[in-house]
């Protein structure tokens, strides 16, 4: 089932500030929390609609990620932007439900694990036609012992005393009241009679990961690829976070990339350039020809049209662009020296056929003209 726009969910417009953002939040929250709707399916469901897109548009990163790429770019494969810190869980919102709920539900509040984010450089190659890595991420998985629960088997699981099974402390000081997580439990509501020896009541363990990451065409250097659930593991069998995967492009001995656009410079001889010709140029399809009109000067670009690389979005490829260079000879012998010297005064006073030359004399003439004034 495709996914709802997340402005249209919380009912505004795509260019609304933070303030109309979370007060949309605020009276959509309201109606749908769960303690209001008591086990309304329909609601829960919208409940965690208006959640989510809560999150994303109030932060700038991943809402300039879901304007550019869509739902695309939260999904496994999809691109993120940004933070990777707390995507995902209620915790980011315990400030909007204290407001509105005294204090947020009773109930006993779940730990996340966190996300993680590793780095990984593939080469131009790599990232114009897409690929598959194999990586090893160290992290946090459920203990294999106790299965994530924290207690050796039979162990009894009681409710916390101090929190009441809520997780949380409140203390009221005057007109003041402050929440913190409480320091007996550490957030999980419940006391375990007989933690696990081998992870210590956590109910998770350091472990390596081996994951092999599909890496789609068209990706650029700062793209994301989140890979939904392959974080930490969260406390006492919580949910896992996610790994985003943060793309980097290695430079590339040929071309420079900007956008979906190559670029890249060919050098041509200087007869060639006076003369014309045709030459072959390199392309991600491979080689193709390149006609070169007589007299091209340095620095003449060349389009060419669809041989750049593919949109992710569109699909619809950019162009190469080849910036010619006209290389002067080297390590002459005395022939090849007379036979210049022979050209150069041929060329003399033939302002037609040395443009550029003429032009710059021209422009020195009139500067100095103008100075002795």
């Not at 303030?19 to 959509?28: C, F, H, M, V």
């Not at 997780?167 to 009679?193: A, D, L, M, W, Y």
């Not at 002459?332 to 006073?349: A, D, P």
């Not at 443009?355 to 009139?366: C, E, I, Q, T």
């Amino acid at each position: 089932m495709a996914k709802k726009d997340y402005y249209e969910v919380l009912g505004i417009q795509k260019g609304a500030d933070e303030k109309e953002i979370k007060r949309a939040y605020k009276r959509l929250a309201m109606k749908y929390h769960p303690d209001r709707t008591k086990g309304d399916k329909e609601s829960e469901e919208k409940f965690k609609e208006v959640n989510e897109a809560y999150e994303i548009l109030t932060d700038k990163e991943k809402r300039a990620a879901y304007d550019q790429y869509g739902h695309a770019a939260f999904e496994q494969g999809g691109f993120g932007g940004g933070g990777f810190g707390g995507f995902g869980g209620f915790g980011g919102f315990e400030d909007i439900f204290s407001e509105m709920f005294g204090g947020g539900s009773r109930q006993q509040r779940v730990v996340r694990g966190d996300d993680l984010r590793y780095d990984i450089e593939i080469s131009l190659e790599e990232a114009v036609k897409g690929t598959t890595k194999d990586i090893q991420i160290n992290t946090l998985v459920a203990c294999d012992h106790c299965h994530g629960s924290g207690a050796e088997k039979d162990s009894k699981t009681e409710t916390c005393q101090t929190c009441h099974g809520s997780g949380r402390i409140r203390r009221q000081q005057g007109f003041f009241v402050t929440e913190q997580t409480c320091p007996n439990c550490h957030g999980s509501g419940k006391k375990i009679e007989n933690p696990c020896k081998k992870c210590h009541g956590d109910g998770r363990m350091q472990k390596k990961k081996n994951l092999s990451v599909k890496i789609p065409a068209g990706v650029d250097t700062g793209n994301q690829l989140r890979l939904s659930g392959e974080g930490a593991a969260g406390e006492q069998g919580a949910p896992a976070g996610d790994l985003y995967v943060v793309i980097h492009v290695k430079p590339h001995h040929i071309f420079e990339r900007d956008g979906s656009n190559l670029y890249c410079e060919v050098p041509i001889s200087f007869s060639m350039a006076a003369l014309g010709g045709e030459i072959e140029v390199p392309t991600l399809d491979g080689r193709v020809k390149l006609k070169i009109p007589e007299g091209t000067q340095t620095g003449k670009l060349f389009r060419m049209r669809g041989k750049g690389i593919a949109a992710i979005r569109t699909g619809y490829a950019g162009d190469l662009i080849c910036k010619i260079i006209v290389e002067t000879p080297v390590k002459l012998n005395e022939e090849q020296k007379e036979l210049l010297r022979q050209l150069e005064q041929s060329l003399e006073g033939q302002s037609k056929q040395r443009p550029k030359s003429s032009s710059f004399l021209d422009g020195v003439k009139k500067f100095f003209d103008n100075l002795g004034k």
